[in-house]
T-cell receptor, first 114, second 115 residues
Framework: DAMVIQNPRYQVTQFGKPVTLSCSQT?????MYWYQQKSSQAPKLLFH???????NEADTPDNFQSRRPNTSFCFLDIRSPGLGDAAMYLC?????????????FGPGTRLTVT | AQSVTQLDSHVSVSEGTPVLLRCNYS??????LFWYVQHPNKGLQLLLK??????LVKGINGFEAEFKKSETSFHLTKPSAHMSDAAEYFC?????????????FGAGTRLAVHP
């Protein structure tokens, strides 16, 4: 089945230790998104790729970076995680030809910072 | 600017009774609206979408929503709740600005279903 896959599902990192979260998709969608979702809140868009074009939200901290080496994979790098970065991180995709703009979400990676 | 307001942060129903989750929207043009569901520690799943076709939209798992322009509402309903419906529900509107589109989320409604 075509899907959005996130690894790992649970990640524990130490304060200040860099961490990378990964997302892959078999939908062949050209748009990929990263969201941060804190407890009992709605997802917050961090950035997205339209093909290789990177679009950063204005309020996304510089501590968050992203890479998209090819259509299928996208990575979220947190350079120096703080306690406030503990959250669920969601990856989503959308096909350019999707006239109704809905996004397809992966299962998420829950990040714990100790 | 586009926005959505979910009128209830928590809704509690008994199994087998109807579900109503309320959402009002604000949009300067004909909106695209969605309902997503999120079960604990899972990603978001699309329940249904409205895109200016039929005003009554049927989704998965027996859910449906009615677009009412006069009331700027897009409430989610289900005739009979199941225990498995317990989850967080997000009403979402599409914002088309800055050269690209993005999802604008409501604050969410947590649905509890009791035996």
């Amino acid at each position: 089945d075509a899907m959005v896959i996130q690894n790992p599902r649970y990640q524990v990192t130490q304060f200040g230790k860099p961490v990378t979260l990964s997302c892959s998709q078999t939908l062949n969608h050209n748009v990929m998104y990263w969201y941060q979702q804190k407890s009992s809140q709605a997802p917050k868009l961090l950035f997205h790729y339209y093909d290789k074009d990177f679009n950063n939200e204005a309020d996304t901290p510089d501590n968050f970076q992203s890479r998209r080496p090819n259509t299928s994979f996208c990575f979220l790098d947190i350079r120096s995680p703080g306690l406030g970065d503990a959250a669920m991180y969601l990856c989503a995709t959308r096909g350019q030809g999707t006239p109704t703009y809905e996004q397809y979400f992966g299962p998420g990676t829950r990040l714990t910072v100790t | 600017a586009q926005s959505v307001t979910q009128l209830d942060s928590h809704v509690s129903v008994s199994e087998g009774t109807p579900v109503l989750l309320r959402c009002n929207y604000s949009s300067s043009y004909s909106p695209s609206l969605f309902w997503y569901v999120q079960h604990p520690n899972k990603g978001l799943q699309l329940l249904l979408k409205y895109t200016s076709a039929a005003t009554l939209v049927k989704g998965i798992n027996g859910f449906e929503a009615e677009f009412k322009k006069s009331e700027t509402s897009f409430h989610l309903t289900k005739p009979s709740a199941h225990m498995s419906d317990a989850a967080e529900y997000f009403c979402v509107v599409i914002s088309l600005s800055g050269g690209y589109n993005k999802l604008i989320f409501g604050a969410g409604t947590r649905l509890a279903v009791h035996p």
